[in-house]
């Protein structure tokens, strides 16, 4: 990224603490005013619905283009791989623009454009494997999820955006399940990519997209791990099952399935354990996901009672739990055990309340007036002359 990208980041990622700050009391109205006289705002962000019509049109315009461009030029087979890569080249020149253009960079048009140039790129490469080097299918598969990892990867990197984080995290655990070790290499490399992303979480030296994005790669890194050692996945062989249709694959042995057992019991609390130790609430929620799969996993082995019982039952539980949790968070030395509270320091409640009101206030409100019928209204008369004025 480049610095004037990663300069506006921060302070934007100060605008939004001091607004949380402001919402929550901690700082009045006076400091919120310097603050933001200090920090002013560098890049205009529109409403979320303009943000979405706008990538709509761009969308459509570039589709449209792309349409125009195959009908007037009509390309071989050959030679449609090379038209992709040009409009993929026009398309991440656009984004690169509209990036480094302030009033451009969060109107919605930068990601869609890069992502649509992504999108053409590995068209344009498949095509090029299957059509001009005719490279076997499950060979080029393999050489276009690599092609699709190195491109999401560098994206993430130069434009800071999650969703290409998830892209590549995708992409790089299909890359491994390829392999004939594909479970194994899914732990392995899961637990890597946890361990290496969780130490640049709080680094300073990296831009808040970038943080956000190793966020993304340490969920990732948990769901890889999980999926491999989750029993009902290895039953089914999800994981080898990636690889391609027609494989003859063998069963679990009965060592696999132990370890399976064990890891879709313990890996969910590991998860919650860590998320509660390092106040990592995505983590926490991850940990609450993947319990969530691992009870269901439970019940598809162990029939306990009806599914909809057992959903209830389940969701009366989580609802006794947090009301649980919440009063003894509530009791404790001002209203706070360990660092966690019930308090939603940072939420904006007052615009929460004001939506529940509204169906209240919809509700109870007086019936319209009838309107009065005009009558004689006296204003009064004038006087005066000569330059001399007055009213009675």
């Not at 919809?362 to 019928?373: D, G, M, S, T």
């Amino acid at each position: 990224m480049r610095p004037e990208w990663v300069a506006s980041e921060r302070v934007e990622e100060v605008r939004a603490a001091a607004e949380g700050w402001k919402r929550a009391g901690v700082v009045d109205s006076g400091t919120f005013g310097e603050i933001s006289r200090r920090y002013p705002e560098p890049r205009p962000l529109p409403a979320p619905l303009w943000r979405l019509l706008t990538a709509f049109f761009v969308t459509a315009a570039l589709l449209l283009l792309t349409g125009a461009f195959f009908i007037a030029f009509r390309p071989k087979i050959g030679t449609a791989p090379l038209l992709l890569l040009l409009l993929s080249a026009v398309c991440i020149v656009a984004a690169e623009v509209q990036e480094g253009s302030p009033a451009l960079a969060l109107r919605g048009g930068a990601g869609v454009t890069s992502f649509w140039g992504i999108a053409f790129l590995l068209a344009g490469v498949f095509l090029f494997l299957e059509e001009t080097l005719k490279v076997r299918e499950r060979s080029g598969m393999t050489l276009l999820l690599l092609a699709a990892l190195v491109a999401c990867a560098l994206a993430a990197w130069r434009w800071g955006s999650p969703v290409y984080a998830v892209l590549a995290a995708i992409s790089f655990f299909l890359v491994l399940a390829r392999a004939p070790s594909g479970r194994l290499l899914w732990v392995a490399m899961g637990i890597a990519m946890t361990l290496v992303f969780a130490r640049v979480l709080d680094h300073p030296s990296w831009a808040p997209s970038h943080r956000w994005c190793a966020a993304v790669l340490v969920v990732g890194g948990l769901l890889g791990v999980y999926a491999a050692v989750n029993l009902y996945a290895l039953d089914h062989r999800l994981v080898e099952n990636l690889r391609g249709a027609g494989l003859d694959l063998p069963g679990p042995r009965f060592q696999e399935r132990i370890w399976a057992m064990v890891g879709t019991a313990v890996l969910p609390v590991a998860i919650l354990w860590w998320g509660v130790r390092s106040r990592w609430t995505f983590v926490l929620d991850t940990g609450i996901v993947v319990a969530a799969l691992s009870l269901i996993t439970l019940r598809h082995y162990v029939h306990i009672a009806a599914t909809w019982l057992v959903l209830t039952l389940a969701g009366t539980a989580l609802v006794l739990l947090a009301l649980a949790l919440n009063r003894w968070l509530s009791r404790g030395p001002e209203e706070e055990r360990d660092g966690f509270t019930a308090e939603p320091l940072f939420a904006d409640e007052a615009r929460l309340r004001a939506l529940e009101l509204v169906p209240v206030v919809a509700a109870h409100a007086p019936e319209a007036r009838p309107p009065v019928e005009p009558g004689f209204q006296g204003g009064g008369g004038s006087f005066g002359g000569g330059g001399a004025g007055g009213s009675f």
